[in-house]
């Protein structure tokens, strides 16, 4: 869409001059700036940041034109339009009904819990070729703020438009329902994500379905009855569809909404006899040369490209350049819009190239950049993929970036807004990898990081994480490089806070240094104890350089309940501690001890922070039903490179020791205990699971491969294995074992390819 910046001055009757301007580009992170002259941005108020913040450095890069709450006398005044209102995220929403009010498409609107995004995928894919323009919003577009910056990018021109609207709480549907005004709507599959911001799950369904006021038809899960009653109550006079869509998790599920919503438009969608779902996601795997790639198997028209491109500078921390390699079959499509594309995004490399043989991708012309790899077949990018990345080996841990999101956001809904989460990424962020999740998280709006020793957090900080770092357990060798690369410590004896002191008493006076305190309250490992509490106030407060940011301590058995006097005896000490420290420190001093599990059963002291450890990672601590809302953020695959058929009576592997009962197929998959599958794991003691079924090993656990009895699965060399994941969970192997998760994730060998996703 393109806006005078004086049409949308005029929605909020301002007063201030208006210096004429035509506006592209509507912004509301100040990292994604393309075009400073044509952008106007909206300085957004969040629980975790304010957008005024950023206000003078994007003046300073050329941005004229602003929606903020208040002019701050430090900012320029001089030919910049400033539209000030009472409730910016308002005002934001008020543009998303403006760009409403042009469009002539139908307009159909997604809600539901799950399947938004892939039906509108599929939908875009297989109706496309009707003959009439389709518009849809970016990826997963579908929030308070989200919604209104997808208005903003339909195209005004098209013939449907497809919006998603998502909510988490009561009160929100309503403002999205005022600038969508769908004329068909479209209510998929609800779970139990968001319940906490409801009543119940009636109310839940209640809440969304107020998006469907201005439809005259609407299709719906019939396999929901709370669905079809609170549909039928709502709306008596409006075309109610309801379709089979089970649990809609099956591409099977996800279709026949697109076949209804076809039907109701009058196309004819061609849908292959046995189709495949599109890969709806954006991996992200490391490349050579210190680049990292993005692989968009999400589509190759443009509204996908620009989200790849979004997410590429969103994780740009650390890397010089943006590149991108382009299918030539969507250069001639969209030669246009794809120039348009390099120059808005400042692309230092563009090539376009057949990725089913990309000849012309030479690896060593790419260095410290991030390469976004575009078109909507997944096999196409893997050959790209496959020349650029930096490892080869077959296995692979595959980590759900939107899986972490959600659980972070579902412990986050436990706790006040004015509670920080500190998030522990310590051991390579529990074996996913702490760099990717680190810019999620920073993104995420996350107090903290913390991480075990010096080496990751100096990692974080050159690949381009800003956000406080702290380091659980420094050595005093490193104390330099905690003060170089902003990184704070967590002290836990008076020996290293002396050698702190010592070390920081010759910097020049205006250095204040944070440090983090462990109060030892019945972990019985490390930390200061209550008797040391006037010891430590009174070193403190006389220190230069030296401060307590926090003090914290550790729950020893939070998670059982049977222990629940001991752990309230932890917060009793805890308590007393604060309470002397900060009588004697002549400053603030914040505090923390809530673990994961804590966060759930003791919201009551959640104080300035809580930690959230192994829950961010989807791993329940709590079998009663409280984290049953997590999702696996984790999942471990092979592949198969060998099938073998073998009589009954022979035996498998080293010393004989896989002996088969009966005539089996035996299929060999290249990961074993060098890659940190545990030789435990063998001899039938675990099942990993091939094209859906679990198929137990065979023998010993080789260094490098493992034998799996294939005998009732359907496969082929080449077809995947998952070792664990969402059917065979890392609690399940650590049941196995008779060991915890946080080993079956941190065991993974540092040879194995992580690949990262959005879906």
């Not at 462990?518 to 200061?528: A, D, Q, V, Y």
């Amino acid at each position: 869409m393109k806006f005078s910046i004086s049409e949308i001055a005029a929605l909020f009757h301002s007063r201030r001059n208006i210096y004429p301007c035509d506006i592209d580009y509507l912004l509301t992170d100040s990292r994604l700036l393309c075009d400073p002259a044509s952008t106007l941005f909206v300085a957004l108020r969040t629980a975790n940041n304010d957008g005024h913040a950023y206000v003078k450095e994007l003046i300073d890069k050329g941005v004229g034109n602003f929606i903020v709450d208040h002019i701050d006398p430090q900012w320029a005044t001089d030919a910049i339009n400033y539209i000030v209102v009472d409730d910016t995220t308002a005002a934001l929403q008020s543009i998303g009904s403006l760009c409403r009010n042009k469009l002539k498409a139908t307009m159909v609107a997604i809600t539901g819990s799950i399947g938004k995004t892939t039906i509108k995928e599929l939908f875009n894919t297989y109706a496309s070729p009707c003959g009439k323009t389709i518009t849809r919003s970016p990826r997963s577009y579908n929030s308070q703020v989200g919604v209104p910056l997808s208005l903003w990018q339909l195209r005004d021109d098209a013939d449907i438009a497809i919006v998603e609207a998502g909510i988490s709480q009561k009160g929100e549907m309503a403002r999205l329902e005022k600038m969508i005004r769908p004329d068909i709507g479209i209510l998929s599959v609800i779970t139990d994500e968001h319940d906490s911001g409801f009543d119940n799950r009636r109310n839940k369904i209640a809440e969304k379905i107020l998006l469907f006021a201005t439809c005259h038809t609407i299709i719906y899960n019939a396999d929901d009855p709370d669905q079809h009653e609170l549909l039928h109550a709502a709306y008596p006079d409006k075309q109610l569809i309801g379709v089979d869509a089970g649990h809609g998790k099956s591409f099977t599920d996800s279709i026949i909404y697109v076949e209804k919503l076809a039907e109701i438009l009058g196309i004819k969608v061609d849908i292959p006899a046995s189709p495949l779902r599109p890969i709806t996601r954006l991996d992200v795997v490391d490349g050579v040369n210190n680049c990292r790639i993005i692989a968009n198997r999400l589509s190759d028209d443009p509204v996908s490209l620009c989200g790849a491109l979004d997410f590429a500078r969103r994780q740009a921390g650390g890397y010089a350049s943006l590149s991108l390699i382009v299918d030539t079959t969507t250069a001639a499509r969209f030669p246009d819009d794809l120039r348009d594309i390099v120059d808005r995004y400042g692309i230092k490399s563009y090539r376009t190239t057949s990725l089913n043989s990309p000849d012309n991708i030479v690896k060593n012309d790419f260095h410290d950049e991030i390469i976004v790899v575009n078109t909507a077949t997944g096999h196409s990018v893997d050959n790209v993929v496959a020349i650029l990345e930096d490892k080869q080996h077959e296995t692979l841990m595959e980590v759900n970036l939107d899986a972490m999101v959600h659980n972070f956001n579902f412990f986050r809904s436990k706790i006040k807004p004015t509670t920080g989460i500190i998030c522990m990424l310590k051991a390579h962020g529990y074996g996913a990898g702490s760099v990717e999740l680190a810019r999620t998280l920073q993104e995420q709006g996350a107090a903290y990081i913390a991480v075990a020793v010096v080496d990751e957090g100096v990692e974080l900080r050159r690949c381009g994480i800003s956000m406080p770092i702290i380091v659980l357990n420094p050595r005093a060798h490193d104390f330099h490089s905690l003060y170089l690369y902003n990184l704070e410590p967590e002290v836990y004896s008076f020996e290293l806070l002396q050698q702190l002191i010592a070390h920081f008493d010759s910097y020049d006076e205006g250095v204040r240094f944070p440090i983090h305190l462990k109060i030892e309250t019945g972990m019985r490992r490390l930390g200061f104890v209550e008797e040391d509490m006037p010891r430590l106030g009174t070193m403190l407060a006389d220190q230069r350089h030296i401060y307590a940011k926090t003090m914290f301590s550790h729950l020893a058995c939070a998670d059982d309940p049977a222990e629940d006097d001991y752990t309230l005896n932890q917060f009793a000490i805890f308590d007393r501690c604060y309470a002397v420290l900060s009588a004697i420190l002549p400053y603030d001093i914040q505090r923390h001890i809530l673990n994961s599990t804590g966060i759930i059963r003791f919201p009551q002291f959640q104080h300035d922070f809580v930690r959230l450890g192994i829950g961010l990672y989807g791993v329940p601590t709590m079998a009663d039903g409280s984290m049953d809302a997590l999702r696996n953020v984790s999942r471990l695959t092979s592949t198969i490179i060998s099938i073998k058929h073998w009589k009954a009576g022979d035996t498998v592997g080293y010393n004989r020791r896989g002996r088969l009962s009966r005539d089996s197929v035996i299929a060999t998959v290249p990961v074993g205990y060098a890659d940190g599958i545990d030789r435990h794991l063998g001899y039938g003691n675990a099942s990993f699971i091939v094209n859906g079924t679990p198929c137990p090993t065979v023998g010993s656990i080789c260094m490098d491969i493992c034998m799996i009895d294939v005998t009732d699965a359907c496969c082929s060399v080449g077809d995947r294995v998952e070792i664990f994941g969402d059917t065979i969970t890392p609690q399940m192997l650590a049941d196995t074992l008779s060991t915890i998760p946080y080993e079956i994730l941190t065991s993974i060998s540092p040879r194995v390819k992580r690949i990262y996703y959005r879906e």
